[in-house]
Nanobody, 115 residues
Framework: QVQLVESGGGLVQAGGSLRLSCASS????????MGWYRQAPGTQREFVAI???????NYGDSVKGRFTISRDNAKNTVYLQMNSLKPEDAAVYYC?????????WGQGTQVTVSS
């Protein structure tokens, strides 16, 4: 099994930036893709971003142009650079790893955006 540990969450003012990290105990280079999801209180989990094995990325409509996902295979770490943050971006952000036949989730990191 793979363990995913998110870090980098915290409190930021609207318009500010934050960088999240997801450290994996497994080889992210062996994954089909790595991604980020988020969930705010009273809402369903929302897709944020994904990156596949060759570096192709995709983003949820609400974060396009503001967030960037990247990865460092040597460090088995995935990042989410979050710019121009809005109060509606506040949520618990979860790292996700997908392998053939398997899915893994981190415990989440809280992002709070003040206005």
């Amino acid at each position: 099994q793979v363990q995913l540990v998110e870090s980098g969450g915290g409190l930021v003012q609207a318009g500010g930036s934050l960088r999240l990290s997801c450290a994996s105990s497994g080889s992210i280079g062996s994954s089909n893709f790595m991604g980020w999801y988020r969930q705010a209180p009273g809402t369903q989990r929302e897709f944020v971003a994904i990156i596949d094995s060759v570096g192709t990325t995709n983003y949820g409509d609400s974060v396009k142009g503001r967030f960037t996902i990247s990865r460092d295979n040597a460090k088995n770490t995935v990042y989410l650079q979050m710019n121009s943050l809005k109060p509606e971006d506040a949520a618990v952000y979860y790292c996700h790893a997908a392998y053939p036949g398997y899915r893994f989730w981190g415990q989440g990191t809280q992002v709070t955006v003040s206005s």
